[in-house]
């Protein structure tokens, strides 16, 4: 069965450093893979996905993910912190032909000034 | 292109009401589907139409629940005899056939009392 995870509940950062959230995937055959973030009391906003192709895919708002096979990973990355990045954000993995997707439980990030 | 559409916003219900909320997905999209996010989860999927078609339903969608979408445009999820374990947001979220990801509404989030 086709299952993501996100290791950290909770990522802290400063304003300006660079941020990372991980995700780890498992699945069988080729993954499709999905960041999207969540502010509060909102829908889910689509930062980026990964078919195939480049291993570094680059998204809305700077943020990018590096997919790795051997590690089965897919985190998510930005140069540069900003406190408007604060929210939670979520890895998915495509479940199957039909498109509906497998979520991890999410990564609160905070970003403080 | 107005987004995916969701009402209404919030719902508060006693225990044992039924309760029905709308998606009004984006308009060339075919394909539709339902998540239930709980507090600190990742969203769950419950159900996916392709038109009018209902193909595909989780377990979690339980006999209280029923979703349809009778001209292959907007979309109502019913809940029969709500519980408290209902209280969750309800995600409504649509997509292009032959394109891997999709959009996200802002929810219905459901407190039932």
């Known amino acids: 069965a086709q299952s993501v995870a996100q290791p950290e509940d909770q990522v802290n950062v400063a304003e300006g450093n660079p941020l990372t959230v991980k995700c780890t995937y498992s699945v069988s055959g080729n993954p499709y893979l999905f960041w999207y973030v969540q502010y509060p009391n909102r829908g889910l906003q689509f930062l980026l996905k990964?078919?195939?192709?480049?291993?570094l895919v680059k998204g809305s708002y700077g943020f990018e993910a590096e997919f790795n096979k051997s590690q089965t990973s897919f985190h998510l990355k930005k140069p540069s912190a900003l406190v408007s990045d604060s929210a939670l954000y979520f890895c998915a993995v495509r479940d199957g032909g039909q498109g509906n997707l497998i979520f991890g439980k999410g990564t609160k990030l905070s970003v403080k000034p | 292109d107005t987004g995916v559409s969701q009402n209404p916003r919030h719902k508060i219900t006693k225990r044992g009401q039924n309760v029905t909320f709308r998606c009004d997905p984006i308009?060339?999209?075919?394909?539709l589907y339902w998540y239930r996010q709980t507090l600190g989860q990742g969203p769950e999927f419950l159900t996916y139409?392709?038109?009018?078609?209902?193909?595909?339903k989780s377990r979690l969608l339980s006999d209280r629940f029923s979703a349809e979408r009778p001209k292959g445009s907007f979309s109502t999820l019913e809940i029969q005899r709500t519980e408290q374990g209902d209280s969750a947001m309800y995600l409504c979220a649509s997509s292009l056939s032959g394109v891997v990801g999709y959009t996200f509404g802002s929810g219905t989030r459901l407190t039932v009392v």
């Open positions: 139409f392709q038109n009018e078609a209902q193909l595909e």
């Open positions: 990964y078919i195939t192709g480049d291993n």
């Open positions: 308009s060339e999209h075919n394909r």
